[in-house]
């Protein structure tokens, strides 16, 4: 008798976890997003070579842990249309969480922001001529 | 109205100190929505972590928060959670596992980030330890070892979880999982240090040790230096032997001893493993400390029965004698049927006590042996539905009954009941031996 109670309230419990996490999901998110864009674009300039050594930069630096490209990595800070909505040295601010940035962060992801600033300097050029390729 | 009032509220404090992170997300400022599976598979693990949060203290053996419903069922209860926690953390992987495989970045914990690698150990610990519990016995891990580790990994396992949260930081509310950590180091402070202290100040002294039947050793203890403890006949408590109060040195063991003779206070121990074989060696004068009483196993919470069923094998005499003893002190006139199953005669414990019981109560005696001597005329073989079918009066449905022995007795004997339609609300035993 007593085992039922208990069984009754740990099913109670974890039903009524499922069902919050999946109301915070749909209230989080009201309508089906869009399906993300396709693969960055890369443009055929002077710029190709840079560009790729910059894509090997955000692998290389796990930027996906924390944002998402097309929809592959974290969706919650999508980079699709960044280099549109951005200008290089805004782009280059908010790598660093400096600036805006700095204000605008959360305390431990400004420090792991902050931790970019030791990029050598080549890298941090190539990761951002990669960031403007995304345009939509 | 009292009686449902108390359950209910530990219930739905239980409920909404595991939802507390989930109702925080849900009312409070959020970053913009990620996707559905993602949002998701973050609240599941926010959820999974609260409950594991909560962990501690349902075995933390709160005498308030226990005595509505049993401490045993907490501990059952406690089991079940650990599944469903650790099904909430292993299901918030495996959503970003299979939806959003990039953002786990690199598995290498050298080139990983800490708190990724920080959750994924967590994952693996609880995972961990949920098998050395729900297995401790098959994997031959020996119980004083495995609740030091039990309590040393959980807590790494919890603290990992928290910085994991931490790292990832864009849900975060610093308090909430300051708050849960605070609540786990209260606790741990609690039951680790408080307590402890508090019986170190109320010890009990060896009064003796005397042999029983079967293999069996009776400890008596008398209180030093304070009143003792208030007891319902059949609760049971942890007894700490030849050690502090500091170490995980506790057994829990039913009092045997009379209620209606406190503070004096009985322990029938019966030789099983390395704990118990020690008992023997204890002599009197002695310290020992006493955390209880828990339990729930007691005619007293009964008053208005019109009568008792006992039904035990081997040492789940001892809380059934403590109720008896109890009920003959005080002069209880209700119709008592006792089915006391052994393998032998020669180990019936309380053999010639029994007997002498009979005078003050109004007590049926059935033995049932496995080994039953030559000329046996009682029953033998095991406690059976046919036996309790004979044995039990026509008012049966109306009685109380308490089972204690070794499992397969106990669930035949509830399967039986059932079949001749005794109310389940009315079968009572303990859930020992789950771990």
């Given at each position: 008798m007593r085992e039922r109670l208990a069984r009754g309230v740990a099913f109670l419990a974890a039903a009524l976890l499922v069902l919050l996490a999946l109301a915070f999901a749909r209230v989080q998110n009201p309508a089906p997003r869009a399906p993300g864009a396709g693969a960055a674009a890369v443009p055929a300039d002077m710029r190709r070579v840079l560009v790729e050594a910059g894509r090997a930069v955000y692998q290389a630096q796990g930027c996906a842990r924390c944002h998402s490209i097309a929809g592959s990595g974290n969706p919650r800070y999508p980079l699709d249309g960044v280099g549109?909505?951005?200008?290089?040295?805004?782009?280059?601010?908010?790598?660093?969480?400096?600036?805006?940035?700095?204000g605008r962060l959360p305390a431990g992801v400004r420090r792991a922001k902050q931790a970019y600033r030791k990029l050598p300097r080549r890298d941090l050029d190539a990761l951002i001529a990669f960031l403007e390729t995304l345009r939509n | 109205m009292k009686d449902i009032a108390s359950p209910v509220f530990w219930i739905l404090l239980y409920l909404a100190l595991v939802a507390a992170p989930l109702l925080v997300l849900l009312a409070g400022p959020t970053p913009p929505g990620a996707g559905r599976w993602w949002d998701f598979s973050m609240a599941l693990g926010?959820?999974?972590?609260?409950?594991?949060?909560?962990?501690?203290?349902?075995?933390?053996?709160?005498?308030?928060?226990?005595?509505?419903?049993?401490?045993?069922?907490?501990?059952?209860f406690h089991r079940y959670m650990a599944v469903i926690g650790f099904g909430l953390l292993a299901a918030h992987y495996a959503v970003v596992r299979g939806a959003y495989p990039a953002a786990l970045g690199p598995l290498n914990p050298v080139q990983a980030s800490g708190y990724m690698s920080a959750g994924r150990t967590a994952l693996v610990l609880f995972g961990?330890?949920?098998?050395?519990?729900?297995?401790?016995?098959?994997?031959?891990?020996?119980?004083d070892r495995w609740r030091v580790w039990h309590v040393l990994l959980t807590t790494a396992a919890f603290l990992l979880a928290v910085a994991h949260i931490e790292g990832v930081g864009y849900y975060a509310r610093g308090w909430l999982w300051t708050g849960y950590t605070l609540f786990w180091v209260f606790l741990v402070v609690y039951v680790r240090l408080l307590r402890?202290?508090?019986?170190?100040?109320?010890?009990?002294?060896?009064?003796?040790?005397?042999?029983?039947?079967?293999?069996?050793?009776?400890?008596?203890?008398?209180?030093?230096?304070?009143?003792?403890?208030?007891?319902a006949p059949g609760q049971f408590a942890w007894l700490t032997l030849r050690g502090s109060p500091f170490r995980f040195g506790e057994?829990?063991?039913?009092?045997?001893?009379?209620?209606?003779?406190?503070?004096?206070?009985?322990?029938?121990?019966?030789?099983?493993?390395?704990?118990?074989?020690?008992?023997?060696?204890?002599?009197?004068?002695?310290?020992?400390?006493?955390d209880g009483p828990y339990g729930v196993f007691s005619v007293d919470r009964y008053p208005r029965a019109p009568g008792f069923v006992f039904v035990s094998g081997g040492v789940g005499i001892a809380p059934?004698?403590?109720?008896?003893?109890?009920?003959?002190?005080?002069?209880?006139?209700?119709?008592?049927?006792?089915?006391?199953?052994?393998?032998?005669?020669?180990?019936?414990?309380?053999?010639?006590?029994?007997?002498?019981?009979?005078?003050r109560l109004d007590l049926t005696l059935i033995h049932v042996l496995q080994e039953p001597p030559p000329g046996w005329a009682g029953e033998h073989g095991f406690v059976t539905g046919a036996l309790l079918q004979r044995v039990l009066p026509a008012n049966r449905a109306e009685l109380e009954y308490f089972l204690c022995g070794p499992r397969p007795m106990s669930e035949t004997a509830q399967q039986a009941l059932h079949a001749m339609r005794v109310p389940l609300a009315r079968v009572h035993f303990e859930l020992f031996d789950m771990v």
């Open positions: 549109a909505r951005r200008e290089a040295a805004d782009i280059r601010r908010w790598i660093m969480g400096a600036g805006e940035a700095e | 926010f959820a999974g972590i609260a409950v594991m949060g909560v962990q501690f203290a349902l075995t933390a053996r709160f005498r308030r928060a226990s005595a509505p419903f049993g401490i045993d069922i907490i501990y059952y961990f330890v949920l098998v050395t519990s729900l297995w401790r016995k098959p994997l031959r891990i020996g119980y402890p202290w508090r019986m170190l100040n109320e010890p009990y002294r060896v009064v003796g040790v005397r042999p029983e039947r079967g293999q069996a050793w009776t400890v008596t203890l008398d209180p030093d230096g304070h009143p003792g403890l208030r007891f057994h829990p063991f039913s009092i045997s001893s009379s209620a209606a003779r406190s503070p004096r206070l009985e322990f029938t121990i019966k030789e099983l493993g390395d704990f118990t074989r020690t008992i023997k060696d204890i002599r009197p004068g002695e310290t020992a400390y006493v059934v004698m403590g109720m008896l003893r109890t009920l003959a002190d005080r002069r209880d006139a209700r119709p008592l049927l006792l089915v006391c199953a052994n393998a032998r005669w020669e180990d019936v414990i309380y053999r010639e006590e029994l007997e002498s019981l009979r005078p």
